[in-house]
């Protein structure tokens, strides 16, 4: 991603010089040069980024050097960023036509030619920040030319066009009709020695299909008649007790419960449940302590005999943990499934003449998927597009599928397929790793988010949602995203979608260094004792009685901050905290906080582009100070 930050700096410094000569915006003595030599640095960087970019993956000497340019370069948007800012709000004072003192006066505060707004401060710090960070820069050139990069320009790659339809329909499922018969007859056989709480498990390694063996199964009209009550919960990590018992709760009432206290949430499940025949997924499970799961097992009792409990996990441990009565294991798919399943999608669109070419490369790549169904479609989806048969070799000889990674459960195809992304795909498709695991993304929202922090640069013939439009649904054809649904509100039609978990894995190692989540409540201790203060994107939440950890400050550069307040939290006093501390916001999710009131301090984000206040009940008015935000592109003020 370090190629698009540089991209977007190396753009931003010239528009300055270019507004400079344009507008007459003198700069402060000795900035004109520093811009100047930060411009010529940062292109000689560029032309190395693509050696950069492939030789990091396997030397780490690199890989860190990467990392702080990164940083440098999130640093200088800022910087920039403010600059801009600082000039925009120069001119659209000036033409509000005030007089000429005040005029004179304003000019003091904010604009950057003039030598006696020192005592103001603020924009000599531009200053000192761009001369600081221009010293930075030169340690890094220096360390470039020890690593003696190659230079040459990545071939440009354009967004594909999927004429016949919007997303490639992948929905068929081969292969899975033994098992779906299996795991049938364990949920629908009945016996008199049937425990009280009956559980059934499938194991298997991640992207081997165990999620959609479960949604086969939960959908089947057999299914469906047998159980009064099927309820689906996606489990994840980390374990939250209070979270899954809030899921199941609300799944049998169709409304979120405004509960707190785990006791009061089970006795609700209980008198939900009683004497009916339940059929519950939990799917992707990875607690391995069976003392976490006794509360929420003992209130399961309640059900009717017959009742069912189906979990999905990677370990059989925690198969083990959960007291699962019968594991299912489920195998990988025959090379003839893999085949047919690679070839309904690779081959979309493809006339017979065209595909007998490929067809001998196409299946030693499908061997390489060896029996994964994720790595299947992940794969097909970066051929269907590429028409030439060196395009399929570069995929089946690529170094990826030779590396060894112990951090996370990251397969190659994913690698392989991230690599095919335009620079600023990837980074559209990396920031999803802000989501929690099987969240549903709103394909609006998605897409407002990448325009925020600039991901999406307009064109003189498409505006950026249009442009977006385009990246989300290449990002589905791809299978980055999945179970792309239709929502219909009555009042407009948006899209949602989810990301299945392996390539949620994938999207959080990709942003590791910048992105993390922390929960925090008086009955969950955050398990984090700092965090980084390069950290750029968090989710964070908030419930019961707990305090927000004064550490989580030291990540004073965060970009993107979703944020949720449970259960009384005093709301006003940590917004206050967020808008003073967190100046380099450039996205801010507060909907369904409870909030009542914006403080007015909400000025200091003038980096701010996308501000979420929807679903506050109670927030009945905003501060005039709102307006301040010059760079605010989206408000969301909904179900106020």
Known sequence: ?????????????????????????????????????????????????????????????????????????????????????????????????????????????????????????????????????????????????????????????????????????????????????????????????????????????????????????????????????????????????????????????????????????????????????????????????????????????????????????????????????????????????SWFLFSQIAFFGWSSGEREPFEHIGKKIVSRCKGLPLAVKTLGSILVTKKSKSEWQTIMYSEVWELENAEVDIFPHLWLSYNDLSPPLRQCFSYCAIFPKDHLMEKRKLIELWMAHGYIKETTKKDMERIGEEYFQNLASRSFFQDINIVDDFYDISYTCKMHDIVHDFAQYIRRDECFSMEVSSSVESSKESVSNEARYSRMVLAGKGSLPGYFYDAKKLRGLIAQFEGGFVVTAVLSSFFNELTCLRSLDLSNCDIEEIPPTISQLIHLRQLDLSFNDHLKSLPETLCELYNLQTLDAHGN
């Open 1 to 337: 991603m370090a190629d698009v930050l540089v991209s977007k700096v190396l753009e931003e410094l010239i528009s300055i010089v270019v507004r400079e000569i344009e507008q007459e915006v003198r700069l402060i003595v000795g900035v004109k040069k520093e811009v100047q030599m930060l411009t010529t640095k940062f292109q000689l960087i560029k032309a190395v980024l693509v050696d950069a970019e492939n030789r990091q993956v396997k030397e780490d000497a690199i890989k860190l050097w990467m990392q702080t340019l990164k940083n440098i370069s999130y640093d200088m948007d800022d910087v920039l960023d403010e600059w801009t800012t600082a000039i925009q709000k120069s001119q659209i004072m000036g033409d509000e036509r005030v007089s000429a003192e005040n005029k004179r006066k304003v000019r003091c505060l904010i604009c950057f030619s003039c030598f006696r707004c020192r005592e103001v401060g603020v924009r000599r710090d531009i200053a000192v920040k761009i001369k600081d960070l221009n010293a930075e820069l030169d340690i890094i050139v220096d360390q470039q030319r020890a690593f003696n990069f190659v230079s040459f320009q990545e071939e440009t790659k354009q967004v594909e066009r999927f004429t016949t339809t919007s997303f490639i329909d992948v929905a068929e499922v081969k292969g899975r009709d033994q098992e779906q018969k299996a795991i049938m007859k364990k949920l629908l056989t009945e016996s008199s020695q049937t425990p009280s709480l009956h559980i059934i498990s499938i194991v298997g390694m991640g992207g081997i299909g165990k999620t959609t063996l479960a949604k086969l199964v939960y959908n089947d009209d057999e299914v469906k008649t047998h159980f009064e009550t099927r309820i689906w919960v996606c489990v994840s990590d980390p374990f939250d007790e209070i979270k899954i018992a809030k899921a199941i709760l609300e799944s049998l009432t169709n409304e979120a419960p405004n509960l707190h206290e785990l006791q009061t949430i089970l006795q609700n499940i209980r008198k939900s449940l009683e004497g009916k025949k339940f059929l519950l997924i939990l799917d992707d499970v990875w607690e391995e302590n069976s003392a976490k799961w006794v509360q929420l097992k003992d209130c399961l009792k309640c059900g009717s005999p017959g009742s069912r409990i189906l979990v999905t996990t990677r370990k059989e441990i925690v198969a083990s943990a959960i007291g699962c009565i019968e594991i299912h294991k489920i195998g990988q798919l025959s090379a003839e499934d």
